[in-house]
């Protein structure tokens, strides 16, 4: 099973919005609505930010989105802020045998 | 809250076994998944496996001959082991929780360990 690909990074003015996509294929990404987006600071727990999509877990901001279409997903931030500065990874589920399947990584900066 | 923490020998010789544990609070072991994922220096995530109380398990098909992940009800814990190791596996090794829909919502800080003679 291969990685999903994500750009390697991305980087926006703080208010500016920045958009990752994670392209997987019709056995992982296309196949199901199970992707999710993770948030990664260095020495920190990683935090989920969105699960089936679009869905946002309690206290994560709505600057926050995601959404899909056809083998790609995408995660939007809106309204960048110092704190969003961190590695973004998608993950899809990709059938019986592999429960979960990540993507490639995304630095995002914010100037 | 829920709180998830890592622990085991941060340093492992070549060819031996890594096993780590996961203490498990403010939430029982006995429902959801348990996850392993790691994170080797300077690359991306990778999935090991997860593991339900009752004993069913899903691993990684690229480790699945070298992993083991229990779930320990009586310590309200998981365990990792990874057999035959070799420097490929040096990595930071987190544990998350799966309640279902393929997301991992808590997520412990992580426990580096080196494979190393």
């Known amino acids: 099973q291969s990685a999903l690909t994500q750009p390697p990074s991305a980087s926006g003015s703080p208010g500016q919005s920045v958009t990752i996509s994670c392209t997987g294929t019709s056995s992982d990404v296309g196949g199901y609505d199970f992707v999710s987006w993770y948030q990664l600071h260095p020495g920190k727990a990683p935090k989920l930010i969105i699960y089936e999509v679009t869905k946002r877990p309690s206290g994560v901001p709505d600057r926050f989105s995601g959404s899909k279409s056809g083998n790609t997903a995408s995660l939007t931030v809106s309204g960048l802020q110092s704190d969003d500065d961190a590695d973004y990874y998608c993950t899809s589920h990709a059938g019986t045998n592999n429960a979960f399947v990540f993507g490639t990584g995304t630095k995002v900066t914010v100037l | 809250q829920v709180h998830l923490q890592e622990s085991g020998p941060g340093l492992v010789e070549p060819s031996g076994t890594l096993s780590l544990t996961c203490a498990v609070s403010?939430?029982?072991?006995?429902?959801?998944?348990w996850n392993w994922v790691r994170q080797p220096p300077g690359k991306g995530l990778e999935w090991i496996g997860e593991?339900?109380?009752?004993?069913?398990?899903n691993y990684n098909p690229s480790l699945k001959s070298r992993v083991t992940i229990s779930v320990d009800r009586s310590k309200n814990q998981s365990s990792l082991k990874l057999t035959s190791v070799n420097a490929a596996d040096t990595a930071v090794y987190f544990c998350?929780?799966?309640?279902?829909?393929?997301?991992?919502?808590?997520w412990g800080q992580g426990t580096p360990v080196t494979v190393s003679s």
């Open positions: 998350a929780r799966s309640p279902g829909t393929f997301r991992l919502d808590h």
């Open positions: 403010g939430v029982s072991i006995s429902s959801d998944w």
């Open positions: 593991a339900f109380h009752s004993g069913l398990t």
